[in-house]
């Protein structure tokens, strides 16, 4: 399972259509350093948004393009674009200013028109990703059908788009298998957290074979938001055994810098670094203050700490196995 950050698009409601350069420079730098492999950016409601509905962002489209540059080695970038949006020259500027891709969005029932956007996005040289908007308007079945539909126009990768929230798990493992029996081409997920369900629809994904999954920073998103990408790579480590020092390297990065800047935007995440690592390594917060003071006094980092002892001791770890741990780390 790949992780697809769409903070810097999907997050961006947040604070409104758009990053500013400085937020959108911090997010980047942070998610290529834990290696995350995909990123959407840009405009909240997608590319031309700016120009076409009045969709203010922060920055145009290409002032995002222009930010990406640095990164564009580190990770496959690209932005999101509504059907409804599509003008053939800001495709051809995407492509020219490198973008891996564009993914493009239609509600579910709607992609026998896409046909020509979808081209578009291949003759600029990018991938063309694919969105079922409101998946759940279709049964799976009609659903995998126009997926196939969609493959045959070219699309590179499908996504499963629960843009209400309104899944439970095992309505998306349905929906997933019945894409993955009908498509070649990788299947994502897109769950919004209205019923609370993000993070086990999420699961029930990928157990049903799901490529990609969709999540946000801090899990910002429209409307209740996405599952967070921090929790999403805390899955990887937990179901898939990979990814455990990205994991670590993203979460720092969230208490450090993304936090801090984030809860000046009024934005306060639900779930915090140090909560998320109890849940992962099944440490107590009874421990908490215990750990942070050896974490302090030997330099070393506290949720590395916390999940080496914890893989020793989850019942009653002692001041002198902590120390012994920090040593070692």
């Known amino acids: 399972m790949v992780i697809m950050d769409c903070t810097l698009r999907d997050g961006a409601n947040v604070v409104g259509d758009g990053f500013s350069k400085e937020l959108t420079q911090v997010m980047l730098d942070g998610l290529t350093a834990a290696h995350v492999p995909i990123i959407e950016m840009g405009n909240a409601k997608g590319l031309g948004a ?55 969005g239609s509600a579910a029932g709607d992609g026998k028109k896409t046909e020509e956007v979808i081209a578009c996005v291949k003759k600029h040289g990018m991938k063309a990703f694919y969105s079922q908007m409101k998946a759940y308007l279709l049964p799976p079945e009609e659903l995998a059908e126009e997926a196939a539909l969609l493959e045959s126009f070219g699309a590179d990768e499908i996504t499963i788009m629960d843009s209400a929230g309104t899944m439970v798990p095992e309505e998306t493992a349905r929906y997933v298998a ?43 998103a429209r409307s209740a938001g996405n599952i967070a990408t921090e929790i999403a790579a805390a899955l990887l480590v937990k179901y898939a055994h990979q990814g455990e020092d990205d994991f670590y390297r993203l979460l720092s990065f969230l208490d450090r810098k993304l936090i801090p800047l984030m809860e000046k935007e009024g934005y306060r995440p639900s779930i915090r670094p140090l909560d998320l690592v109890y849940g992962l390594t099944g440490a107590h917060s009874s421990f908490g203050k215990r750990f942070k003071a050896v974490a302090e006094e030997k330099q070393v980092d506290l949720f590395r700490l916390i999940a080496a002892v914890s893989a020793q001791d989850r019942k009653n770890p002692s001041e002198e196995l902590m120390r012994q741990t920090a040593d070692r780390l």
Do not use: W
């Open 50 to 104: 700016y120009e076409i509905s009045g969709a203010r962002a922060a920055l145009t489209d290409l002032e995002y393009m222009e930010l990406a540059q640095p990164y564009l080695s580190r990770a496959q970038v690209g932005m999101f674009l509504n059907a409804s949006r599509f003008r053939s020259e800001n495709v051809a500027a995407a492509g020219e200013h490198g973008l891996s891709f564009l993914r493009v």
């Open 178 to 220: 019945a894409l993955k029996e009908k498509v070649r081409v990788p299947v994502g997920f897109h769950g919004h957290n209205n019923l609370g369900m993000a993070a086990a629809n999420a699961l029930a994904a990928y157990e049903a074979g799901a490529d990609i999954i969709d999540c946000g920073l801090l899990g910002m």
